[in-house]
């Protein structure tokens, strides 16, 4: 250690000038003082612990201490801390005698045992002798705390380092067992928790004393503290696996103890119970006896037989008298509870090969428990016990079984059900009512299990079923007769399992239906075929808006009339008027749940049928009470039911229906059916109690549909409803029913106080059944038959009668109480006062239960209707009623209470009345110790501040706080939790005002969590959420660093430590949340690394609470720090994702499943690119493994959450009982529809980046960095993946695999495969793409399957992809097999099955499919690919002329369903030419989704055949009718806000126009006004000025330009188009240009002079040529001005043309790298101002003129502002173009001669050649313009002095020929032009250097031009050489020499031909050079 840190510090200061001696005394140095900083940790600093005063104070110095401790002994070697260590444990063994809280006698214990690891154990047996004298000393409340500690610190000391301390473990045993006899409920526990730790260190070592710990922990089974209970059964759990008479010789008398200590349980008791039996019994039935032994073996038949006697009779002993067997006759909730717990431990203790392999006797055992009289004394009863059974199958069916085993499970289940119907008729006439429930419960998993399995339950439906060895069943045919079963429970659940079967194959839902309505036309006579099957049609019906294909709308029609004629038909038949009433109303409300398509036509005829069915007056209704008996009262009853349920079901579904006009009517009916309600105990009264039930259903459904209709509807009514209200409330018949609902209305962070957390646990089904003053538990099906098509899930099945009505009495209440008036409202509440004083016993409690749930609700709806409290005598008698609950023994009715005088002071909203409350709480408080009257205030004022908030009680604020600060210390836990919950209130609501006390809470949160006795678990957990709110208080001044702030971010952080070793998993998840919201406000002091570890390990908890907890923050992490969650690895090395992918098989809860997915998608799209190599095979691995691979270990990182069994924090969970390793289950095939949704959004996130995508870059990539991974050589997973999807067994895996394989396309599609030239990468996967393609294609597929297959079939074809005409044709084959959905057969068939707007998406889809890969081939053609056009037009072939009426039939059924709501009675009563009329609704998404590909082929159609026919067959249209259809959509598109369309759908239909407009017929319809054409253009400019996309800006510049084109045709010369706005085609287009180009070039904008402002252009985010696109087509746009405007206006539209081009040139000709691309267009430009002065020259102006000569001048000037800036050759370029095609008297002025010139000298002067050449060049157009001849010789006299420079600075061996060539040919212009007396002089200067260029790189241009100069002045050049011989010897040398050279290149080249080696004409791809 000493060399690292030597060669680390010599490294760092290796780099002064320091020598080794020094460097060597520096190190050491450090070393030592590093040594004693360490060492200085670890020592207590007595001193300063001493002058702390503070409790709290003192408990954070040792807790920061014992952290030190531990942390700073594990980082020395053994050898450094041997002479430490004696220095250090004197201050330990110090610190143990002391008092101190549960976290720091934690955290000393951790130091002892990280000394004794580190360092040596001589001294342990000190230690634990020291503890076990603290443990012997008698018993006292100073010591307590310190023999806790002792206790704990022997029992973690055993755990960790047992072995080395096995000598004395007698003696400890001896001490602990002697100290659980101990009083103190503490000392028993923690004694409990040691020698359970023992246990776990030991293991066999402490044989010892197994005995004597087994007879303790028996003992302390029935102990009297829960607490007690639960640490000896976790004991004898862990004893048990060592301990073989546990579970052998003790079996039965263990199990009947565990019996006995479940009564009277609380939820942790029980759990830790029924883990024991599960141990017990497990252990049992897999171990066996030695040989010899007389230890019998017990098999799991035997285990099984002993749960089911303790499920059913609470106990296994069994007393003989005279051979009977007498047991216990009822079974106890709390037993039964837990025992349906052990059951799921048990089998989950086995393995899963038993469980699979004995699924038929493990069905039949469960099954077995409901037959058995004693599991259903009472219906309620038999409820309970049908949730308890179901609750073991849905863990077997969730946690232990595949989907394999799933499949199976469903037969058994399905035989199970046979079976019990066969004994059914073999026993008819015995009364066989147990069966019903045994029935249900089968049916109901039978439901859950097939909606689980979803489309792959089909083999289910379809296959028949072997019962034995000859007889088969078929499932559909067994719940039909199920239907006919007399028992309504049966019935109902068989309807209920056909729902789930239409909902998980949706295929089947229209049979099923058809097989209904076909049985109830046969069986119209039997009753009990009525019920049944109009049950099941009923549930049929209402899963349809579940089912994505829905069914035929003649369904609903055959349905209605079916309904109908039962309820027309029902007095016909007396046996069958019930049956008939009750079923023609129940389909009547299932067929509500269709929605408007069906009700809406209909909706008055059944206006008058609700109407009909109650009296229409009170006479008619008097009259009937007078007549009728008891048979007729109650079909009558049945009727008014029936109707209000059905009204109901329409109030619910149709809610868009529900107009004024409609709640008037629907009042007006309700207004009745009260009336029918005061005439009620009257009818009762005559014929006798058999109507309760009856009527008390009408009450229900009455009540029911008022909630539905706003109160002051019906206010004529209130007297008779609050009378029946009050009535129900009071519970006048005498009974203690309460209300379900007090705990819901009660606010959900009062939970905490109340303990109904149990809703967020995975045990909800079965532990809340024993929750108080609640029904929660007792849904079941038989409650309301309605429930079959009302609910969507078995969480809202409908509680008992008596329940449901006071439910709804009490929201109706609610509803209504803010509407009356204040005597009104003051005479319910005396009635509610005068009634609870008088109750008595239960009732008295029943009755206060239901009045304050009515109350609460009351307040909530006045506040949310914004009413006032303000009648003093109401506010009285409400004051009092709340008063009197604040106080009661109930602790839900003081939380209720204290409810509702916050939600009285938030109505009443008077300060006085706060204060008055306020006032009276503090006075309750100081006055009284009654904990009751202290809890109920505590919470009364953190209500008040809750809902009234900090500003309205602020001068309360202080008094409030200190009460509660002083009352959460209180010796009372129940007040304690209270105060704190009640300070929590008011830190949350507190805000600023709150912020001094912020401190002194945290303060105080800090002592309570150091201090506080850990079995206080409340405390705890408000502890927990007071730190929350105080965390949130703060907000981001937790990143100060003021000493307040830092105190408090400390104790914050040690609160949340403390929080998190609590074996409490509510205070984990309270410790998880503070983190969540520290690390929110102050992320730096939050350890990152610990914080994620912690959250990992805390998802493989048993506790739901705790894993949302967990997961939520990690979903917060996983949005700011994706990268570290992604490269954060956990149990057996793994990543992250991989356990949160397989949490989606073992998680049931919605919410947990979907933070775990918005998770992975977090982290996933962050760093999916970077590493898409590990994403993509965590996604193949999930796809790949097959559903029949149970048992299977898979080859890669196995993909199971595994934990330790032994570990003690393991707790009960359905969501993540984990299997064994060895036995994997496969995903289920939802974790594989996310898996290939993880494979579509990698792709997405990894199209963008160049090396995912191009090979070439990839393999550039992977030499830069060889550990990337680069998703294109990652392409054939992906196909494979895609693969499995496409084809697997369920429909929506199907649609998925084919959308990803249709992105697969669309990404891969241009991407080459270097090692085969031309190809595309993705050719060679064609085979597979074609095996995915085909299935889709066959006859038995889903609509919706095939629709996507359509897409990706045009996504490849239009790739590309498949150059062989041969290979494309087996994908064109499907999409051509795709044609016949079009045909009219087929459209029938589909709507046999399903939906019409099923059959409009498939049409639709196939029509997009060919419209696309027509335009594809269309475009193809236009860019010059005839080839591939050919291939791909081939498949449209004849075809085409049938496409293109369907393609515009579809674009106006678009048109037509794109008309607003009012002109709906436009649309053609039959429906359109792909739509059906009834399923307008439905069918409009489709046409969304399809309508720019459809409108674009047909334009492209009609173009290019412009309108041969005169009527089209399909659409009856003309030419002009389809003309104007087209653009009618596309302008209604355009004109459509931003947020409707996308700016792909926009460039489609500017695309489209384009192509309608190029046509001359069309052009001539388009521009036949000038008005209209003015229209276009206005609506092309709001589309780009509300768009930035380059794309559509293009479009709609070509569609102007169209315009432009067909204006100048169609242009009258006498017509006069004046520049006014709105009016003016010339100004719609200059606006539009102008827009266009602001959007690229916002400087051109002009200031308030007029000018343009010129500045560089910035560049965007839009391709380079798409932005040089645009730029040319506006100068086209803006050059064909000239050509539309007329003769009155021939200056003002040039002007503004020459503005705008020469505003454009001088943005884009500029020097930056950002904007090289825009040199490429400055041409164009200059192109487009020469056309325009060439238009101009044709009418010769003088105004003209002055603007070309202002537009030079402009140009001239803005090159001056910026030399730098400005790019010279575009500029000298451009002028040089205008001056040559204006005429002279614009360009030939002296300021732009003088500006020009300059320039073009400039250019001349610079050093580069290229300039040079540009200069060259430019003076050569200049001098050979014609425009310019007049000009020349000025232009000469300007430019010759360069010109001459360069001549002679050239080089015979120069490379710039180019230059030269330019020099010379500029020199003869200059010749020429120049007078003849000039010519010897010039001839003087050029021959010589002619002469000297022979022989170089440009010999032969200056040979001819010698020779040429020659030829023209032959006398001239002879007396040169006569004057200068040597000249002619310098000729005649250059040309020899010339001559030499060209001869020896020739043999210069073969030379070289024949040294050099013959290349190859076939290339190998690998290189051998290296091989020898």
Known sequence: MVKKLFVLEFHNLSGHSL??????????????????????????????????????????????????????????????????????????????????????????????????????????????????????????????????????????????????????????????????????????????????????????????????????????????????????????????????????????????????????????????????????????????????????????????????????????????TAGVDIVKSVTSRDVRVGVTEAYVYYFGEINNPWVVSNLNKIVSHLLDLLSNSKSIPTHIEAVYSRKCVSFIMEYIINSLLGEASQLELAKILIIAVHHQMETVKKNEGCDMSNIQHIISTALYQLSSVVSRLGTASV????????????????????????????????????????????????????????????????????????YGFSHALAALIGAERQCPLGMPHSRSKQVMLIAEDMLRTSSQNTRLSLPRTQCGWLLLGAIMTLGIPVVKPCLSRLMLIWKNAFPRSTKELENETERGDLFTWQVTLEGYSGALQSLYSFLVHCNDLITDDVIRRVAAICESAVNVLSHLPTIIKQHGVQLKAATAMVRLRLYSCLLKIPPTHYSGAFANLLRQIVSELVLNDQTCTTTSLLREKCHREDSIILGIWLKDNDHKTVEEQLLPNSAAGSGAVEHDSSCVYMEDNTDGWPLPLGVM??????????????????????????????????????????????????????????????????????????????????????????????????????????????????????????????????????????????????????????????????????????????????????ADTGGPMFRGYVLPTLNLVGELLLTENIENVEIFQCLGNLMTALITSLGPDLQMESESIKQGRRICLVGCATMQIHPDPLVQSAAIQCLQQLHLFSPKHVNMKALIKYLCSSLSSKHLLLRRASMSCLRQLAQ?????????????????????????????????????????????????????????????????????????????????????????????????????????????????????????????????????????????????????????????????????????????????????????????????????????????????????????????????????????CNAWISSGVSQDLSDLKRIQQLLVSSLQNLQTSTHELIISRFNESTSTLLRLSVLQAWAEVYVKAHNLHITGEEAEAVDILSTVGIHEQHLSELWLGAVRDFALLSLPPSFANQLPPNGGTFYCADTIDSSRPYYKQTWPSILHAATVWLNKNPFRKEMDKVTDMTNEDELFLCIGVIIEALCAPSSLYTSDIIAVCLESFAELCRSPWSQAKVSYSHATCVEYVNVLHRTVLTRSNSRIHIAALKCVLLLQESRIAAVDPEEEDRLEPGNSFLFACLEFVMCVLLRKFPELAPTDNGNVTVSPYTASSDPQHEVNEVIQLSVDVIVNLISIETRDFRVEVPEVVFLLLTGLFSACAVNSPDNNHLKAVVPYISQGMCSVIKKMCEVKEPQWYECVTATLLTILENFAKDETLSDKESYLNTLTVIICAAPPEASAISPVFEKYTRLLNLVLEDSEEVYQLKGLIAVKTLLSSPNTAHHRHNYIKAVADNIFKIFLSVKANSKNTALITEILAVQRLLLSACAPNTHQHLLKIMIPVLISLLGGTAHSS????????????????????????????????????AGVQQKAAPATVQQSAATSPAVPTIALKMDFSNFT
């Open 1902 to 1937: 200056a040979l001819a031009e010698i020779t040429h100069l020659t030829q023209i002045y032959p006398l001239l050049v002879r007396d040169l050489f006569n004057l200068q011989p040597n000249l002619k010897l310098r000729l005649e040398n250059g040309i020899r020499g």
């Open 805 to 986: 009505i006071l439910d709804t009495a009490v929201q109706l209440f609610g509803a209504v109480f803010p509407f009356l008036g204040d005597k009104h409202k003051q005479q319910l509440l005396t009635h509610f006062n005068q009634t609870i004083k008088t109750a008595k016993g239960a009732r008295h409690q029943a009755v206060q239960v239901n009045i304050f749930t009515a109350y609460l609700t009351a307040l909530k709806s006045a506040a949310e209707n914004k009413c006032k409290l303000s009648n003093p005598d109401v506010l009285s008698e409400a004051n009092q009623l709340a008063e009197g609950a604040l106080t009661s023994p109930d602790p839900i009715l003081r939380c209720a209470a204290g409810e509702a005088l916050g939600r009285m002071a938030q109505v009443i909203g008077d300060s006085k009345f706060m204060s008055t409350m306020a006032h009276n709480a503090w006075m309750s408080l100081k006055s009284s110790r009654d904990p009751n009257v202290r809890t109920g205030n505590c919470l009364a004022l953190g209500c008040l501040h809750r809902y009234v908030g900090s500003m309205s009680t602020g001068q309360h604020l202080r008094s409030s706080v200190g009460l509660l600060q002083a009352l959460a210390k209180d010796s009372v836990t129940l007040v304690q939790v209270w105060a704190l919950h009640g300070l929590s209130l008011i």
């Open 19 to 320: 020598s080794l001696c020094t460097l060597i005394s520096i190190f050491l140095t450090s070393y030592v003082c590093s040594r004693m900083s360490n060492e200085s940790v670890l020592y207590f600093d007595n001193e300063s612990y001493e002058k702390l005063e503070a409790l709290v104070e003192k408990e954070l110095f040792v807790f920061q201490w014992l952290t030190n401790v531990e942390k700073t002994v594990l980082t020395f070697k053994k050898p450094q801390f041997k002479t430490i260590q004696p220095k250090i444990l004197p201050y330990l063994q110090e610190c143990l005698k002391r008092e101190h809280g549960p976290p720091n006698r934690r955290l000393l214990a951790n130091a002892f045992i990280a000394v004794y690891e580190v360092g040596d154990s001589y001294s342990m047996y000190d230690t634990i002798s020291t503890c076990l004298d603290i443990i012997k000393l008698k018993a006292d409340n100073s010591n307590t705390t310190v023999k806790l500690g002792c206790i704990e610190l022997l029992g973690h000391l055993y755990e960790r380092l047992g072995r080395s301390a096995g000598g004395i473990f007698p003696d400890v045993l001896a001490a602990l067992i002697k100290a659980c006899k101990s009083p103190d409920v503490p000392i028993r526990a923690g004694c409990l928790e040691s020698m359970n730790q023992m246990i776990k260190g030991l293991e066999n070592s402490a044989s010892y004393g197994f005995k004597d710990m087994c007879k303790t922990f028996k003992s302390c089974m029935t102990d009297k503290s829960l607490v007690v209970r639960c640490k000896a059964s976790q004991a004898l759990r862990s004893l048990t696996q060592y301990y073989s008479p546990c579970y052998t010789t003790d079996l039965e008398s263990n199990i009947s103890l565990c019996l006995k200590a479940l009564e009277g349980t609380n939820y942790d008791t029980r759990i830790a119970i029924a883990q024991l039996i599960g141990r017990l019994l497990s252990q049992a039935s897999v171990s066996v006896p030695p040989e010899g032994s007389k230890i019998k073996k017990v098999h799991h038949d035997d285990a099984l037989s002993l749960l089911a006697m303790s499920f059913l009779h609470g106990s296994i002993s069994i007393l003989k």
């Open 1120 to 1352: 700011r720090h994706p990268h570290e969650l992604a490269a954060h690895r956990v149990q057996n090395d793994r990543y992250l994702c991989y356990v949160l992918m397989e949490m989606l098989d073992l998680e049931q809860d919605s919410l947990l499943c979907e933070h775990v997915r918005e998770s992975i998608s977090a982290i996933l799209g962050a760093v999916g690119a970077d590493n898409p190599r590990t994403w993509l095979v965590l996604c193949k691995g999930v796809l790949s493994l097959a559903a029949n691979s149970e048992g299977v270990t898979p080859k890669q990182s196995d993909l199971e959450i595994t934990k330790d069994e032994d570990d003690d924090g393991d707790e009960a969970s359905l969501g993540t009982v984990t299997t064994s390793v060895k036995n994997p289950m496969p995903p289920r095939w939802t974790t594989k529809l996310f898996a290939i949704q993880c494979v579509k959004q990698l792709m997405v996130a990894c199209k963008d980046v160049p090396h995912h995508v191009d090979i070439e870059k990839a393999r550039e990539k992977l030499k830069e960095d060889p550990t990337s991974s680069c998703l294109v050589f990652l392409l054939s997973d992906l196909v494979r993946a895609t693969f499995i999807a496409s084809t697997s067994y369920s429909d929506q895996l199907r649609r998925e695999g084919l959308s990803a394989l249709q992105l697969i396309i669309q990404v891969f599609c241009r991407t080459i495969d270097p090692d085969y030239d031309d190809h595309p990468l993705l050719e060679q996967y064609q085979a597979q793409v074609g095996a995915a393609l085909r299935p889709a294609f066959e006859e038995d597929t889903p609509p919706d399957v095939t629709s996507m297959a359509c897409q990706a």
């Open 459 to 530: 083999t289910l439906i379809m296959d028949h079923i072997p019962v034995n060895n000859t007889n088969t069943i078929m499932f559909t045919e067994t719940l039909f007769a199920v239907l006919l079963n007399a028992s309504a429970t049966a019935r109902l659940t068989a309807a209920w399992c056909l729902r789930y079967t239409a909902t998980a194959v949706p295929a089947q839902l229209t049979a099923l239906i058809d097989i209904c309505i076909d049985k109830l036309e046969k069986l119209k006579t039997s009753p009990e075929a009525l």
